[in-house]
């Protein structure tokens, strides 16, 4: 069929069959899904998108083309390796195509790195990553303690690494152990072992269940894929937020995760890390009955040290009648001295009493206080002609003729202000009066009493209203019956008027 029809109107169909949109877009899909059943299609993630129902939607691309593909939320939870951007994959599943979008595309079941050098590619590209935040800087590890009272063990109940610490642990310093079970590979590790860290951070010190002192993340060795939950962001990040000392024991001395970046300490092995947590006990015994002996020796030598020193110091002093003959003789001379020394104080101060109190008898005070009123009565006489004389200065300096021109300049300057500001006031009480609103063409309904109406149900209670105008009042009643059309009255001429 032609996009632009002749003027001679449109040709035949002849025997094509007329498809639904739905039927055709069944067709084009059955023919997709027999056509490729199961695929296995090579190529770099680009974008990745999970939604909030847990389904995954991804792109594979290569040099020149692009494929979506989308996982479902079973087949996400049960990937061994998800899907990352920039990482090359080999994706297992079917194609199938999206009706309500008219696009194909892959629906897959699994997702395996394309070798062993695109996970390390992606490996180098997360650890640069979380290396640029400070999750592995020195700065932030914490000390292990010197010898923790609990200490807590994320790994497989059931290996031999949960055995081999035990056995370690016991042989070196017994410590009380607390074991959290998780999946140490697969789909579940990365979860089970940030809620054990987590878990461990929870718990509140003297509680019932004690706070360990120390974290020890342990499992054995195996191959790159066995230990990818280790490398997970995730676990990472739980590893470097953790509040409680943690050390890594991932997989054998070889073998490098990215908790052990994170890691407070790194162990090679799980019996290292056992070794690293705590110290031997026989030989703090050992070394705790060393320093002991060598107090207990250093303790006695100095002792006797300190004796022998302190004989030969008193060979070298003098006898002590010797240093104490000088102070007693001095002693003796002083006593001596002392009564008759006594008995002269008294007497000097006994004459000084003497001369003191002579200066005290009721004549000599009587005449001291009548020479004190007579300088009094002279000071007196002389202060009330001076404060007449200060009156009589003050009294011409305020009538002179200057002061009395200057407080009336000030007094006509203070009249002329408080009249212009009288002036303004009034002005604006002329523009913002109602009498001024009125001049407008507005007016003021008042009842009976003299009060504003402020509404028509107010004003049709009223038997009797006022209608005040700009040059007059009119008085009015109001209309109960309702309002019919009239044609325009003629204007009211001069003395006429009626508001309803």
Not at 381 to 395: E, F, Y
Request: aromatic residues 4%; proline residues 7%.
């Amino acid at each position: 069929m032609d996009l632009l029809d002749d003027d001679d109107g449109p040709e035949p169909r002849g025997n094509a069959h007329d498809f639904t949109v739905s039927e055709l877009s069944g067709a084009v899909k059955r023919v997709i899904e027999g056509e490729f059943g199961r695929v296995r299609v090579r190529g770099e993630v680009g974008r990745v998108m999970i939604a909030r129902t847990g389904h995954m939607y991804f792109d594979l691309k290569d040099d020149r083309s692009v494929i979506s593909a989308v996982s479902w939320k079973g087949q996400v939870a049960r990937m061994a390796v998800r899907p990352e951007e920039g990482m090359e994959v080999i994706a297992t599943g079917r194609m199938t195509t999206f009706g309500p979008q008219s696009k194909y595309q892959l629906q897959v079941e699994n997702v395996e790195p394309a070798g062993a050098g695109a996970l390390m590619a992606m490996l180098e590209a997360r650890r640069k990553a979380l290396a640029g935040e400070g999750l592995f800087d020195a700065a932030r590890k914490r000390p292990i303690p010197f010898l923790p009272q609990v200490i807590g063990v994320i790994t497989s109940p059931t290996g031999a690494v949960i055995r081999d610490i035990l056995h370690r642990l016991a042989d070196r310093f017994p410590r009380r152990v607390i074991v959290w079970p998780v999946a140490v590979q697969g789909e579940r590790c990365p979860r089970d072992v940030v809620r054990a860290i987590e878990g461990f951070n929870a718990i509140r010190p003297g509680g019932p269940v004690p706070r360990p002192d120390v974290l020890i993340v342990a499992r054995g060795g195996g191959s790159i894929e066995d230990l990818w939950g280790f490398n997970d962001e995730a676990v990472v990040r739980a590893a470097a937020a953790s509040d409680i000392p943690l050390i890594s024991a991932v997989g054998h001395e070889t073998d490098t995760t990215l908790i052990d970046h994170a890691a407070d300490l790194r162990a090679p092995t799980p019996t290292a890390a056992a070794e690293l947590a705590v110290p031997v006990r026989a030989d703090l015994l050992a070394h705790v009955a060393n320093l002991g002996a060598r107090l207990h020796r250093a303790g006695t030598g100095g002792t006797q040290q300190r004796a022998q020193r302190l004989r030969d110091l008193s060979r070298a002093l003098p006898r002590p009648e010797a240093l104490l003959a000088t102070p007693m003789q001095r002693y003796d001379r002083a006593a001596d001295r002392f009564a008759g020394s006594l008995r002269a104080l008294a007497q000097r101060k006994t004459l000084e009493l003497n001369k003191a109190a002579a200066g005290l008898r009721p004549g000599v005070l009587r005449d001291r206080a009548e020479r004190r009123a007579e300088a009094l009565v002279r000071a007196g006489v002389r202060l009330t002609p001076a404060l007449q004389q200060g009156l009589v200065r003050k009294s011409e300096r305020l009538t002179g003729p200057r002061l009395i021109e200057r407080a009336g300049a000030a007094l006509a300057q203070q009249l002329a202000r408080q009249r212009d500001k009288l002036e303004s006031l009034d002005r604006m009480r002329r523009s913002l009066g109602y009498p001024e609103t009125l001049a407008r063409g507005y007016a003021v309904l008042r009842d009976s009493d003299g009060a504003p109406l402020t509404t028509a149900a107010a004003a049709r209670k009223e038997t009797q209203f006022s209608v005040e105008l700009r040059d007059g009042t009119l008085e009015a009643v109001p209309v109960t019956a309702p309002p019919r059309p009239r044609k325009k009255a003629p204007e009211p001429g001069p003395g006429q008027g009626s508001l309803f």
